[in-house]
């Protein structure tokens, strides 16, 4: 009977196109999301005196790439290399400053979308590796696949349930296969976000340091909401080109527009005090408006002697797109607030924002 073994680690190229598969960290992953290879793979047409009505006498490889969508629950580390899920995180915006509380001892790592991703003081010219292993028949072969670029980022978190990541990647080139990395590593339980230790809030949001690099986030005096299902879906507009540049795979990686969409399920209903999803909606009817949104997973696992692990989105400027109300005879009606998110020039500097906090000092 055949083995039925997958697991991924992620590594960080100081070249793009440079495999790296020793500092790594690996990733937990929810379905076997096997990297796709493309290849362009074409028949030959040119006069040769052959018959052509006999059919193609031969096919050229012309260029390559590989595709990934990766579904993980999100730790706020990995193992060995501790800042990977960081790595992949800031490989989406481009920019990260990291920090370390002086007074409670965690590191946070502040993250926001960069105008050039690629330029010397933000990511230059790393990528990622992702090292795919996976049995073939009775053994297992690491699968490296390189100059991984990341191009979107959908957070999913509902009831009883981890917080859910799903990452799209895409890349140049599957490296020849070598030995199983072996012996994977995976983080602590206690480093899961998850429902349970989720807060989000909207309205009046303290932001320490100075924009767009804070250094903390604090939610006092804020109005909490609480959905039943949140998504938060990012996107970079990232693409790859092929150029005439000697190589059969993209060399060149050019920017879109940053955008991020998020959808709340929520109960239909208006209370006396707290969040209104009926004001929400008739904010929407009456004209275009603005809200905020702070989401916060606080693990309640120690990083230092007073912090805690944990992953804050910060989104504070978003324009509500609609969601009109469900009605049924078996439930309570329900409505999905749907907003799309707007740059803020003024308070942050940025349309979305992301910390870490862990123990892993650079990411």
């Not at 028949?43 to 579904?71: C, I």
């Not at 049995?135 to 072969?141: I, P, Q, S, W, Y």
């Not at 007073?306 to 005879?329: C, K, M, N, Q, V």
Request: a negative charge; aromatic letters at 10%.
């Amino acid at each position: 009977m055949a083995r039925n073994l997958i697991y991924a680690a992620l590594g960080e190229e100081a070249e793009r196109g440079v495999k790296e598969s020793g500092t790594i960290g690996f990733l937990p992953l929810l379905s076997p999301g096997v990297p796709r290879s493309e290849f362009d793979d074409r028949k030959r047409k040119e006069w040769r005196g052959e018959e052509a009505g006999l059919g193609p006498h031969a096919v050229e490889r012309l260029s390559e790439k590989w595709s990934a969508s990766l579904e993980m629950p999100f730790f706020t580390e990995t193992s060995p290399a501790k800042g990977i899920m960081g790595t992949l995180l800031k490989h989406f915006f481009g920019k990260c400053g990291s920090g370390q509380n002086g007074a409670t001892g965690q590191y946070y790592h502040m993250m926001h979308p960069a105008a050039d991703p690629f330029s010397d003081s933000m990511l230059g010219q790393k990528a990622l590796t992702l090292n795919f292993n996976i049995n073939e028949g009775a053994n297992v072969r690491n699968w490296p696949f390189l100059g991984g670029r990341v191009k979107s980022l959908s957070f999913e978190q509902e009831t009883g349930q981890a917080l859910k990541l799903t990452t799209e990647l895409f890349g140049q080139r599957r490296d020849d296969d070598t030995a199983e990395l072996g012996g994977p590593v995976f983080p602590a339980e206690n480093l899961r976000c998850d429902y349970n230790n989720l807060s989000i809030v909207t309205g009046a949001v303290t932001r320490n340091g100075t924009a767009p690099d804070f250094s903390g986030f604090s939610a006092i005096g804020a109005t909490a909401i609480k959905p039943d299902k949140v998504s938060i879906r990012m996107e970079n507009g990232m693409v790859d080109a092929l150029r005439l540049s000697g190589v059969a795979y993209p060399d060149r990686t050019r920017m879109g527009e940053f955008k991020v969409t998020v959808e709340l399920a929520i109960d239909w209903e208006d209370p006396a005090n707290g969040f209104s999803s009926i004001s929400e909606f008739r904010d929407w009817v009456s004209g275009a408006g603005t809200t905020n949104l702070l989401f916060h997973w606080d693990t309640g696992t120690s990083a230092g002697t007073g912090g805690t692990h944990g992953l804050i989105i910060d989104l504070p400027r978003l324009h509500r797109t609609g969601g009109e109300p469900e009605y049924s005879r078996e439930k309570d009606p329900m409505v999905a607030l749907r907003y799309e998110g707007l740059f803020d020039a003024d308070e942050t500097k940025y349309m979305m924002g992301l910390m870490l906090v862990n123990t892993a000092p650079s990411v």
